[in-house]
């Protein structure tokens, strides 16, 4: 009398079992080298995740197929069609057998080579880099203005910029810069060579689009490694509840890189500065100015001006103002003299209204500086650090005052940090080289301004400063090429400055040199700051003029450069006991003590 077999000899008879194994062994597999070799080819990482869903489907029809189906020597038949035979079923599981045992080594195979070659460094260049980007960092993009009008972009970009500044308050975030993230905007650049050249792991990107008092925000958070959507979200708002979006916005980014929040995130990251819409639209106008320097700072100026007049309560917007101010000297569109006292009034007005207002500090800091007050200048820069410490303005602005102060190696280390966020700043670029050449770090200063020249080849102070190097270490040819290069590029006369750089390299020429230095109108821009007039002077070898002018400085304070004082261009003069006066007299060089501490 026959026994009908369990169901279990059956799946076994039929060889589903070993199907099953097939199957799982070789899902895994595939997954694993899409999983390795999509990146490589442009897929993004959902690509990987649908498969594996599909797989997850498709399990149950495959072991339906293995219950009905047999293969058999002849082929594929119907199970109920083969006649039971130990010989067949032997065979069948036998080619199962070496199937599964392939399947099997091929995955095992990818997951080693995964995890002790590919993300050590031996595959794709890609896959190494992404290993070397800090989690918790992100760039945000310019958001796309939809709005129709080429000339509403100032709105979508100011509202990225306050983002952007509300995360670089977050303490473990590290941020890309303005000038760095703004660099893509209008290209279609692939998310993955983004975050290598910006050094982030995350970008964020979206579109505004306003109607009236109306505005649409859409956002996006996207992984630059795997292509993956981490979060997106869209707001449709009135123009008043604009900062609320922002802080929605910048909290939701918080949490999904798992930072910590100031305070527990109870307080905002986006401060309400004001209700009224059109003080706002002006403050967004005099962002986009400040952030583009140069002579637009005038109008910034005016934009910050009328906010304020709009709502005198606006406290970043008299942040803002008061930082332009500090800005003005060093593109010669006002005095230091004419800026301090405005500087110093809108700063203290911010702060009034609102102590946590970084870009007031900053400012404060500014004006403290050119006032010689370097304690005091040192403490506002360090409170503004603390409301903001991954801002890069205020870290770059620090690096400046630190060095002008004589702290060199602390304001290498500050620049250094600076350049990290703002890679693609040319300013960052040229100050890094400015530092490493007061410290005689001759070859790498050169290695830096090469790098900034490549990137931005018309900036005219990289060219200066690469003319600067190439004076101090006596290569005059190099320099006089330099000069050439730099002379149209700001406005002046390419003959008058290889004449001085000629009057350096030849003797016979210097006298003559000289008088055109100290009379021509060819000059007479050059002759406006004292040190530059003096560090002239000084390369040309007239070293008593060039003390005479600077004890006039010391006492007119009337120079926009007090950096210049530590180039190796006074080195002939620097231990004179006249030039150690006007040092003194400035305070310089600053040492902290721990009374100077925050």
Known sequence: ?????????????????????????????????????????????????????????????????????????????????????????????????????????????????????????????????????????????????LSGDAENDYFSDGITEEILNALAQIPDLKVAARTSAFAFKGKREDLRKVGEVLDVATVLEGSVQRAGDEVRITAQLIDTRSGYHLWSEKYDRKLTSIFAVEDEISKAIADKLRVQLKGGGGQPLVAVGTKNPQAHDLYLRGLTLLAARGSGLRDAVDAFQQAVQLDPGYAQAWGALAETETLLPAYGVDTIAAVLPRAESAARRAIMLDPATPLAHVALGNVYGDRWQWADADQAFRRALALAPGDVETIDQYAQFLFVAGQFDAALREIERAQQLNPLSAVIGVNRTQFLIALHRFDEAGTQIRQ?????????????????LDIDRHRYPQAEAQMRLAAPLSGGDPDAFMLLVRGMADPALRAKVVGELETSPAYAALRLDPIIHAMYLTWLGETDRALDVLELFAVKRNSNQPQTLWSPAFDPIRNDPRFKAVLKKMGLPYKPTESDSP
């Open 1 to 145: 009398m026959s026994t009908k077999p369990s169901f279990f000899a059956e799946l076994k008879r039929r060889n589903v079992l070993r199907a099953a194994v097939l199957y799982a062994g070789a899902v895994w597999a595939l997954a694993q080298g899409i999983s390795q070799l999509g990146p490589a080819f442009g897929a993004a990482d959902w690509v990987t995740r649908w498969f594996v869903i599909a797989a997850i489907i498709g399990f149950p029809f495959w072991l339906a197929f293995a219950w009905f189906y047999e293969f058999t020597p002849q082929g594929l038949k119907r199970e109920s069609e083969v006649v039971p035979d130990a010989a067949v079923a032997y065979s069948t599981a036998r080619k199962l057998d070496f199937a599964i045992i392939a399947v099997l080594a091929i995955a095992v195979v990818s997951l080693l080579t995964n995890t002790f070659i590919w993300h050590k460094g031996a595959g794709f260049d890609a896959a190494a880099n992404a290993a070397a980007i800090p989690a918790k960092s992100i760039a945000v993009l310019p958001f796309v203005n």
């Open 452 to 468: 900034t020249l490549a990137t931005h080849p018309d900036f005219a102070l990289a060219h200066v400063f690469a003319a600067a």
